[in-house]
DNA sequence: ACCCCGATCGTA
DNA sequence: ACGATCGGGGTT
């Protein structure tokens, strides 16, 4: 069972991406994407929550783009928009359930320090393309997420860019920057 | 085969 | 607040 207080420097496992998608995407908060090298703080995160949330991509059903989100959590779902974009998710709650969590923004803690606020810039600096669709985050030894038992405060507020489900609070944004050493 | 629009970004 | 940008998902 997962338990963030007692471990740092841990991995987040199945079981953490299994939780509830909300939960998963307040908890992603402050923890740190490893990503081929690059280490960032997780600073902003949407919640897609399946076939009941009309802003989710799986709304309407399985379709070859979104079928990753039925599958395991803890897998990647990245997605091209607006013909110059990707955009990197989470998979979360057990199969079957088709949900995700957005990453829109990390404080990198590597040169050169920059805070890539907003999906689009994330995937372009990382160089997430749709070739890192479907990595297991809980297995692969070059894509993962960690506790390193860092805690930014944050407000929650609608989600960004979308028509249907503007009622919903699920986007989850840090209030304080997280403080990096610069030489 | 094709139409239409988007979970964005950068500038104003 | 808004225009640029255009690939490709979803449906025909």
Not at 61 to 70: H, I, Q, S
Not at 93 to 113: N, S, T
Request: include cysteine.
């Amino acid at each position: 069972m997962f338990t963030k207080e007692r471990f740092t420097n841990m991995r987040l496992d199945r079981t953490f991406f299994e939780q509830p998608t909300l939960k998963v995407a307040e908890t992603l908060i402050g923890q740190v994407l490893c990503w081929n090298g690059y280490r960032g703080v997780i600073t902003e995160t949407e919640a897609y929550t399946g076939i009941n949330d009309p802003a989710c991509h799986a709304a309407r059903g399985k379709t070859l783009r979104n079928a990753v989100m039925f599958e395991n959590a803890g897998l990647t779902y990245v997605y091209f928009i607006y013909g110059m974009y990707y955009c990197l998710n989470i998979v979360t709650e057990p199969i079957g359930i088709a949900a995700a969590v957005l990453l829109r923004g990390i404080q990198l803690l590597d040169a050169p320090y920059t805070h890539l606020n907003g999906p689009g810039k994330l995937c372009r600096f990382l160089q997430i393309t749709r070739e890192h669709n479907h990595l297991d985050l809980t297995s692969s030894p070059q894509y993962w997420v960690e506790d390193q038992g860092i805690t930014l405060n944050y407000k929650v507020t609608p989600r960004i860019g979308i028509r249907q489900g503007q009622e919903h609070l699920w986007r989850f944004v840090a209030t304080e920057n997280y403080p990096v050493q610069i030489l």
